[in-house]
């Protein structure tokens, strides 16, 4: 009986160990224009960048230029952010003759001309982390 409870807990104790650890990732955009709308953030892979639904994501109120987002249990590996400022709230990018209306950016800061790169904006997601992305 001894050897069995002991073989029990010892099962219990290795598939605690084989749970993936997750992280909390938490993001701050510290300078929108206005409380107008609501701050949107897309939490991507490789894979769903510009493509399809984010891993996670979240919208947000303003308030005094901050908005301030925390996504968890975030599995280790490569991710980029997109954030936009919505300002009409139909959680979607708006155009006007062909370029962005809304100020948006991602993580990583590089914006060149044409739709974001995930290559510009990935990072690797180790630990807990926080970060900022400007607008």
Same mark, same amino acid.
């Not at 701050?28 to 107008?36: F, L, R």
């Not at 709308?37 to 894979?47: C, P, R, S, Y």
């Not at 952010?81 to 979607?92: A, E, M, P």
């Given at each position: 009986?001894? @050897?069995?409870?002991?073989?029990? #807990?010892?099962?219990?104790?290795?598939?605690?160990?084989? /749970? !993936?650890?997750?992280?909390?990732?938490? *993001?701050?955009?510290?300078?929108?224009?206005?409380?107008?709308? !609501? &701050?949107?953030?897309?939490?991507?892979?490789?894979?769903?960048? &510009?493509?399809?639904?984010p891993v996670q994501?979240?919208?947000?109120?303003?308030e005094d230029g *901050?908005? @301030? *987002?925390?996504?968890?249990?975030?599995?280790?590996?490569? +991710? #980029?952010?997109? *954030?936009?400022?919505?300002?009409?709230?139909? /959680?979607? &990018? =708006?155009?006007? =003759?062909?370029?962005?209306?809304?100020? +948006?950016?991602?993580?990583?800061?590089?914006?060149?001309?044409?739709?974001?790169?995930?290559?510009?904006?990935?990072? @690797?997601?180790?630990? =807990?982390?926080?970060?900022?992305?400007?607008?």
């Open positions: 009986m001894k @050897t069995f409870i002991t073989t029990i #807990a010892l099962f219990i104790s290795l598939l605690s160990f084989a /749970q !993936e650890t997750t992280h909390t990732l938490k *993001v701050t955009v510290p300078n929108a224009t206005s409380d107008k709308g !609501e &701050m949107v953030f897309a939490l991507n892979t490789k894979e769903t960048f &510009m493509v399809a639904a994501s979240a919208a947000v109120k303003i *901050v908005a @301030t *987002v925390t996504f968890e249990n975030v599995a280790p590996g490569e +991710y #980029a952010i997109i *954030v936009l400022h919505d300002l009409n709230g139909n /959680q979607r &990018m =708006d155009f006007k =003759d062909g370029m962005p209306a809304e100020n +948006y950016n991602v993580s990583g800061g590089q914006m060149s001309f044409g739709p974001p790169v995930f290559g510009d904006a990935k990072f @690797t997601l180790k630990e =807990d982390t926080e970060m900022s992305i400007r607008l």
